[in-house]
C-alpha cells in the first residue's frame, strides 16, 4: 500500500540546510496499522506531509495506493484520507452536514453522500450527535469527527496525524478502539504519527521509530521491546542497611545486569523476570536480607528509544 526508497526533504532556512528527513525506506502492507514515533523535531510531519502530496520530496520516492506521491498526486489524494492535527470542522454547521460536504466534496451524489456521512457517523459513534453544531462538541467527538471527516469517502489509507494530542485518557482509548476497528471492519491501512508510547504500543500492529531523520527501528511493539534485554526487576528491601548483600545476590544470578541499589531499592534487568524473581526472594531469604516487596516490569517502548539512542523519548520531546 506504501512503499518509500531513499525519501529525503531538505528545507533551506538562513542559518542552513535542515535535513528533515534522510532517506527514508519503508513498506506497509494493506491493512497494516503503522505509528511513526519520535521526539519533536524527528521529521514525522515532514514524512506524512510527503506522503500525503503536501509537500514534494528532495529526492527519493513513493507510492502510495500503487500511486507516485510526485507524478500522480491527484490519484493518491482520491484514494487517502488526511487527519491532520488541528480541527477541520467549521463551527455553525451541523455534524451530518459537515460529513455529508465532505462526501459530496469527493465527489458522491447528494443521496450517496448523506447514507454515507450517517454510516459513518454510526462507525465513529457519532450517530446520536448528527444535529449538534460542530462547535458544541467536546475534544473527544469533535477529534472523532475529524476521523469521519478523514474516512467518509472509504479510503483504502489514512493518515492521521498525532490523532489524540489533547484528549483525555479515555477518548484517547475510545478513539484507539475506533483505529483498530477501521483495519477489523473495513481493512483500511492506517499510518499514524506519535509521540506517546502508550499509543504505538495500544494501536499498532507496527512502530517504526524515526529520529534525526532516519528510521532507528521498526517492528511490532513486542519485537521492539525484546531490543531491550530483560525484564526490570525491583526489590524493596525493609533495611536499606542491607543493600551490598542484596547486590551481590544478584550480581550472581545468570544474566543480570546493570545491577543498582538506591536507599533500600535494588534493582537490576534479567531475562524472563518473572520466573527469576522466585528464585531472587528464596536466595534473598538464605542471605539473611528481609524484603518488603517485588516488582517485575516489562520492557516499554521508552527503554527502547533509550537502548537505541541513549536518549529517552520523554527527555527528547521536552
Ligand atoms: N518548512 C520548514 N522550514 C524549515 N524547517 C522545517 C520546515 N518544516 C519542518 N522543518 C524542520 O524539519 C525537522 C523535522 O520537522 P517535523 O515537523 O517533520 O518533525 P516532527 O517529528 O513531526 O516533530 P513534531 O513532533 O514536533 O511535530 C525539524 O528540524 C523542523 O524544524
Redesign the pocket.
Known amino acids: 500500500m506504501i512503499r518509500t526508497r531513499a525519501l529525503t ?1 531538505h ?3 538562513r542559518s542552513g540546510t ?4 534522510r532517506g527514508i525506506d519503508l513498506d506497509v502492507a494493506d491493512g497494516e496499522v503503522v505509528a511513526v514515533l ?12 510527503m506522503l500525503t502530496t503536501l509537500l514534494p520530496p528532495t529526492s527519493g520516492s513513493a507510492q502510495v495506493a500503487g500511486h507516485d506521491v510526485g507524478h500522480d498526486a491527484v490519484a493518491v489524494r482520491r484514494r487517502i484520507g488526511l487527519v491532520g ?1 488541528g480541527h477541520g470542522s467549521s463551527p455553525g454547521l451541523r455534524v451530518h452536514e459537515e460529513l455529508t460536504a465532505q462526501a459530496r466534496l469527493h465527489g458522491l451524489g447528494r443521496r450517496d453522500a448523506r447514507s454515507r456521512a450517517a454510516e459513518t457517523a454510526r462507525m465513529l459513534d457519532l450517530d446520536g450527535l448528527g444535529d449538534r453544531d460542530t462547535g458544541t462538541l467536546s475534544g473527544g467527538q469533535l477529534r472523532r469527527l475529524d476521523v469521519a471527516m478523514g474516512l467518509v469517502h472509504r479510503p483504502p489509507v489514512v493518515f492521521l ?2 490523532p489524540s494530542t489533547g484528549l483525555d485518557p479515555q477518548s484517547r482509548a475510545n478513539l484507539w478502539g475506533h483505529i483498530r476497528r477501521l483495519r477489523d471492519d473495513l481493512g483500511t491501512t492506517v499510518v499514524l ?1 506519535t ?1 506517546y508510547l502508550d499509543e504505538a504500543d495500544g494501536v499498532a500492529d507496527r512502530v517504526v521509530v ?1 529520529d534525526h ?1 532516519e528510521i532507528i527501528a521498526d517492528g511490532t511493539p513486542e519485537q521492539l521491546k525484546s531490543k531491550v534485554s530483560g525484564d526490570l526487576v525491583t526489590v524493596e528491601l525493609a533495611d536499606a542497611a542491607q543493600a551490598d548483600q542484596a547486590r551481590r545476590v544478584a550480581a550472581a544470578l545468570p544474566g543480570a545486569h546493570e545491577i543498582e541499589t538506591d536507599a533500600g531499592t535494588l534493582r537490576f534487568r534479567v531475562p524472563g523476570g518473572d520466573t527469576v524473581t522466585p528464585q531472587v526472594v528464596r536466595l534473598l531469604d538464605e542471605a539473611g536480607v528481609s524484603l518488603r516487596g517485588t516488582q517485575v516490569n516489562r520492557p516499554s517502548l521508552d527503554d527502547v528509544f533509550l537502548t537505541l539512542t541513549g536518549r529517552s523519548l520523554r527527555e527528547s ?1 521536552a
Open positions: 526533504r528545507f533551506r532556512t535542515v535535513e528533515a528527513v519520535g521526539p519533536n523535531g524527528a521529521g514525522k510531519s515532514t514524512t506524512l506531509r492535527q496525524d498525532e504519527t509521540h524515526i531523520g520531546a
